[in-house]
C-alpha cells in the first residue's frame, strides 16, 4: 500500500505575475487557502501521511505555513531543489526519502481532491498515471492509451491525438529513480519526458481516469474561475460580530475577530477571513474570498474577486472580477470595469471575457483611480491620484 | 493550543508522560498535569512549567495513564483548571486539546442533574458525560458522550475500573498513536514518543481508538472497527520541531507577519478610535518601565512613545539597576517587560516596586507566569511559544503592546485626537503587509550580511525612536554572529566612539524621515569621512540617502513609531545571516539561555 507521496512545490509560476512575485505557485490563496493545502487535505484523506515537499522558489512561505505537518494531520519533510531546472530533477532531490517504496508525485500547484487519488492507489499495478478528460486538450501533456496503458504523452502538441490529458499525478515504484538519472545525465529534467523515456524502455505505464478535482491555475485570470468554483462547496458558518440589520444570504464563512457593520449586505458563496473589518454598508456579492485583515470601508462593492490578506479597499469603490494582492492600499472611489480584451503572455495571446483588474502584493492606489479590463499592475506600484490605467504595468513603478 | 500523551504498557508511566509532555511544550507550557492509573487513579496538576510538575508527581510506579500540558489564551490559569479533570466520583479522567463550544448548556444540563464542577474549563462536561454513559465499558461511554460534543477535540480518557484501557478520540485536533511492543502511546504529536517508538498510526476526525497493552484497536464514527495502516517515521526529534526551517531563530523571523496580527487580533477596530487591552488601568503621573536584555530596549522605544503620544514622563531602566537603586513612584505606574514572564531580575525588581505600593503591570508572552501572578494588570503578546534563545517575534509585538497602551493612555488624557488614533490603527494594522515587505527582501539583506560577516566590530547608529532600535541591532549581531557589535546614539559618537572608526568598521544607520532627518544624514556624512562602509536602512520613498552611503535596505514608508516594527525584522534578519554565514550555533549561542531565572 502506498503511504508516501512527494509534491513538487518548488516552482515559479512566472505567467502568475504578479501573484508569484513573493511567493510560489502553490501558496496562492483560492478561498482563503492555498492551493497546496488542497493537495496536502486530498493526501491526508486518502490515507497518506508522510509527505514530502520539494520547495525552492521562496520556500519560506511554504515551510512557515505548513510547519511539520501537525496541523494538517500529516507529517512533512522538505527538500530544497536549489535551481528549478524541471520536475523530474525536483523529484530525483526526494529519492533518499522515498527509499524502496511506492510513492505519489503530484505538482502543488493542481487544485484536487481525494476521489481522484483514492483510485489512483487502490489501483494494482505500480507505475500509474492520472489522466483527465478536456476539452482543450493542447494546452496540456495529451496522452495517447491503449487497452488502459499509456502509449504516449505529448507536452503541449500542436494538435491533440486524444481529448485526454495528463494530470501530472502519477503513482511510481523504485524503478523510476534508475531512469531518473539516467535520463539527468542526457540533461532531460522534465518528469513527462523521463516517463516518454520510461514507455520507451518498455515499462508499463496504466492511466485511471480521474473522477475528482482538477483545476489548474495558468494565468491570474482562472484565479477568479477558480475560486469561483471552490467556493461553491463552502458550508455557513459565521464567528466574529455581525452588528445589526446586517443581510446574509446563502453560504458564508466568517472568521474570527471580524466585524460586520451595520448595512452590510452579503451574498454567498463568500468567504471572509480573520481579523476583517467590512462597512458599514458595504455589499458584498458571489464568488469572493477576503482574505485575513481586510478592511472594507462605506458604500463599497465587490463581486466575483480575490482580496488577499491586509488589504484595504476605501470608500465607495468597486471591484468586479479582479484579484487584488496582499497587503494592498487602495484609496475612495476605486473602480474595476469588468470586460473583455485580448492579453499577450510570453508569445502566446489569450482572449479573456468579464475580467477586471489584477494588482500585486504591496501596491497603493490613490483615490479616484480606474482600472480598465485586464489591467495588470506589479508588486508595491503607486497609483497617483486620479489616474485611468489599463494594460500592464510593471513592478515597483510609479504612475503619475 | 494545548498537547496530550497517553501511554499503557510496561514501562513506568510517570517518567513517559513526563518526558512526553516536554517534548510537547511547544504547544504550550502554563500548567500541566498527569493522571496515573493503578488500583485507583492518582491525578497531580500544577500551574507553570512541566518541572514544576514532575517535583510534585511521586515516583509511583504505574504503568498506565494521561498528561496534559496547556496553553490558555485567554485566562484562567490555575491548578483547578489545568487538565486532567475527572467526574464526581474520580473515576474516569480525560484529557483535551480543542474547544468544546456548547459547553455552557452541556453544563447547565450536568449541573441540573446533580454533577458538581471543580473547574471553569470546557472539558470537565466531557468527565461529567462519560460518567452518565459509564456502565463498565469506557469505549462505549465515550462513544456516546462524545455525540453530545460540538467543537473540536482531541481527547484521551482512563478509567479506574479498567486499569489497562485508554481511550481517545478526534475532531480537529491532531492526535496519533505510537505503535510499541506491548506499549502503545497516544499524543497530539510524534515527537511526544519518538524516544520509544517510529511506529505511528494516524487518527482521523470521527475516528475512536482503544489502547491496551495486548494493541489497538480502532473505530470509525459509526463505533465499526477498522484497520489502519502503520507508518514508519524515519526523521529526528529535532528536525520535526524546527519544521524545514535551518534555526527556529528564522522561523521565528518568518512567523512575525502572523504573530504580529495574532497581538493585534480584536483590540483594534478602524471605525472604533480606541484600543480594547482589558485592563483597567487609571493613566499615571509617571511611567518606570523595568526589563532587561532585548526587553529592555523595546521599554526604551516605550519611552519616546509614552512621551510623544500621551505625554507621561516614562524612564527604562534595567531591573537589575532598578531593584537596589531606582526612585520608586507611588503615584507612577511600573511596566515590567519579560518574554517568559520569569526573568529574575525582572521579578525582584517588581516585587521591589510593588514593596514601595506602585501599581505593576506586566508584558509578557507567557500566561500564569510568575510575572502576572505578581503584576496587578497583565497584556499578554500572544505570540505562541518563542523557542530560539535570540528573541524575535516577541520583541517586535512588545513595541506593539506599548505603542497600544501609549494610545490608550493618549486617548484617555486627551493628548490625542481620535482622527490621529485612527491613522495609527489603520497603520497597525498593515503591520504583517509592512513585515512581509521586509521578508520580501531577504536575500538583499544575506547579501548585505556577506560584507560585514567578516568584520570585528559593527557600529549600529539612530536617532529618536531607532536609537533603541541601533542598540537591538548591536545586541541581536553580537549575540548570535559573536562579532562585537555596538549601538549608539547618532549624535554621540562624536563624543568619543568615533576614535574607533576605521574602513573596517561597518557601520549600520537606521534613518526615518522624521524630525531627526538632517541630522541623522549629518552624522553619516561624519562617518563616511572615517571612509567607514555605511549601511542605511532606510524607508521605501527616501531617495536623498542613496547617495550617502554604501548600500540601502529599504523598509516600508509609514509612520515613524510604527515602522521601528519592521525595522526591527531587517536587523533579526542581518544578524541571522552574518551569525549563518559565520557558522555559529544560532539556537544556542554560547554561554546563553532563554530564559534568565537567575538573578
Known sequence: MIKKAVILAAGEGTRLKPFTENAPKAMI?????????????????????????????????????????????????????????????????AEEYMGEDGFLVLPGDNIIDEKGIIPLIKEKHEMVLLVKKHSQPSKY????????????????????????????????????????????????????????????????????????????????????????????????????????????????????????RSGCYIVGPVVIGKNCEIGPNVCIFPS?????????????????????????IGSNSLILSSVIGKGCFI??????????????????????????????????????????????????????????????????CKVV | MCGIIGYVGFRNAREILLEGL???????????????????????????????????????????????????????????????????????????NGIIENFKELRDELISRGHKFTSDTDT???????????DGCLEKAVSSAIKRLK??????????????????????????????????????????????????IYIEDGEKCVLSRKGVKIFDENDKEIEKDINIVDWSIEEAEKAGFPHYMLKEIYEQPRSIADSFRGRIYEKEPHVILNVDVEVPESITIVACGTSFYAGLAGKYMFEEIADIPTKTELSSEYRYLGRKDEAGLVIAISQSGETADTLAAVRGAKKYGCKVMAITNVVGSSLTRIADYTILTRCGPEIGVAATKTFTAQLLMLLML????????????????????????????????????????????????????????????????????????????????????????????????????????????????????????????????????????????????????????TLPIISCIPIAVVLQLLAYHAANLRGCPIDKPRNLAKSVTVE
Not at chain 1, 161 to 175: H, Q
Not at chain 2, 161 to 178: F, Q
Request: hydrophobic share 40%.
Open chain 1, 29 to 93: 490563496p483560492v478561498a482563503n487557502k492555498p492551493v497546496l493545502e488542497y493537495v496536502v487535505n486530498a493526501l491526508v484523506k486518502s490515507g497518506i501521511h508522510n509527505i514530502v515537499i520539494v520547495i525552492g522558489y521562496k520556500k519560506e512561505s511554504i515551510l512557515e505555513y505548513f510547519g511539520d505537518g501537525n496541523r494538517f494531520g500529516a507529517e512533512i519533510e522538505y527538500v530544497t531543489q536549489k535551481e528549478q531546472v524541471g520536475t523530474a530533477h525536483a523529484l530525483l532531490q
Open chain 1, 141 to 260: 501533456g495529451v496522452v495517447e492509451i491503449e487497452e488502459g496503458v499509456v502509449k504516449n504523452i505529448m507536452e503541449k502538441p500542436v494538435e491533440a491525438k486524444s481529448n485526454i490529458v495528463s494530470t501530472g499525478i502519477y503513482k511510481l515504484d523504485k524503478k523510476i529513480w534508475g531512469i531518473l538519472h539516467d535520463c539527468a545525465k542526457k540533461g532531460i529534467y522534465d518528469l513527462t519526458n523521463v516517463i516518454q523515456e520510461a514507455i520507451g524502455r518498455g515499462h508499463i505505464l496504466k492511466a485511471v481516469e480521474n473522477e475528482g478535482k482538477w483545476m489548474d491555475i495558468v494565468y491570474p485570470w482562472d484565479l477568479i474561475h477558480v475560486n469561483a468554483k471552490i467556493l461553491q462547496e463552502i458550508s455557513y458558518s459565521t464567528a466574529g460580530k455581525i452588528e445589526e440589520n446586517v443581510v446574509i444570504k446563502g453560504k458564508v464563512c466568517i472568521g474570527e475577530d471580524t466585524v460586520i
Open chain 1, 288 to 312: 469572493t474570498s477576503i482574505g485575513d485583515n481586510v478592511t472594507v470601508n462605506p458604500f463599497t462593492e465587490i463581486k466575483n474577486s480575490i482580496l488577499m490578506e491586509g488589504v484595504s
Open chain 1, 331 to 396: 484609496g475612495t472611489h476605486f473602480s474595476t470595469i469588468s470586460g473583455g480584451s485580448i492579453l499577450k503572455i510570453g508569445d502566446e495571446y489569450t482572449e479573456v471575457e468579464n475580467i477586471g483588474a489584477f494588482v500585486g502584493d504591496g501596491t497603493v492606489i490613490k483615490s479616484n483611480v480606474v482600472l480598465r479590463p485586464a489591467t495588470r499592475i506589479g508588486v508595491e506600484c503607486e497609483i497617483e491620484v486620479g489616474n485611468v490605467v489599463g494594460g500592464d504595468i510593471r513592478s515597483r
Open chain 2, 22 to 96: 516536554k517534548r510537547l511544550d511547544y504547544r504550550g507550557y502554563d500548567s500541566a498535569g498527569v493522571g496515573l492509573i493503578s488500583d485507583k487513579l492518582i491525578v497531580y496538576k500544577e500551574v507553570g512549567e512541566i518541572k514544576k510538575l514532575e517535583e510534585q508527581v511521586p515516583a509511583i510506579n504505574t504503568t498506565a495513564g494521561i498528561g496534559h500540558t496547556r496553553w490558555a489564551t485567554h485566562g484562567g490559569v490555575t491548578k483547578a483548571n489545568a487538565h486532567p479533570h475527572t467526574d464526581c466520583k474520580k473515576k474516569i479522567a480525560v484529557v483535551h
Open chain 2, 124 to 134: 470537565e462536561v466531557v468527565a461529567h458525560l462519560v460518567e452518565e454513559a459509564y
Open chain 2, 151 to 200: 467543537g473540536s477535540y482531541a481527547l484521551a480518557f482512563v478509567s479506574k475500573d479498567e486499569p489497562d484501557k485508554i481511550v481517545a478520540a478526534r475532531k480537529e485536533s491532531p492526535l496519533v498513536i505510537g505503535v510499541g511492543d506491548n506499549e502503545y502511546f497516544v499524543a497530539s504529536d510524534i515527537p511526544a514518543f519518538l524516544k520509544y517508538t517510529n511506529r505511528v
Open chain 2, 406 to 557: 501609549a494610545l490608550d493612555m493618549g486617548l484617555k488624557k486627551g493628548t490625542i485626537e481620535d482622527a490621529r488614533v485612527e491613522e495609527y490603527i489603520s497603520h497597525i494594522k498593515k503591520l504583517p503587509s509592512y513585515i512581509q515587505y521586509v521578508l520580501n527582501r531577504n536575500e538583499e539583506i544575506k547579501r548585505i550580511a556577506e560584507e560585514i560577516k567578516d568584520k570585528e566590530t559593527v557600529f549600529f547608529i539612530g536617532r529618536g525612536i531607532n536609537y533603541p532600535l541601533a542598540l537591538e541591532g548591536a545586541l541581536k549581531l553580537k549575540e548570535i554572529s559573536y562579532i562585537h557589535a555596538e549601538g549608539f546614539a547618532a549624535g554621540e559618537l562624536k563624543h568619543g566612539p568615533f576614535a574607533l572608526l576605521t574602513e573596517e568598521t561597518p557601520v549600520v544607520a537606521v534613518v526615518s524621515r522624521d524630525k531627526t532627518y538632517e541630522k541623522m544624514l549629518a552624522n553619516i556624512r561624519e562617518v563616511k569621512a572615517r571612509n567607514s562602509p555605511v549601511v542605511a536602512i532606510a524607508d521605501e520613498e527616501d531617495m536623498d540617502v542613496k547617495s550617502y552611503v554604501d548600500e540601502v535596505i529599504r523598509y516600508p514608508a
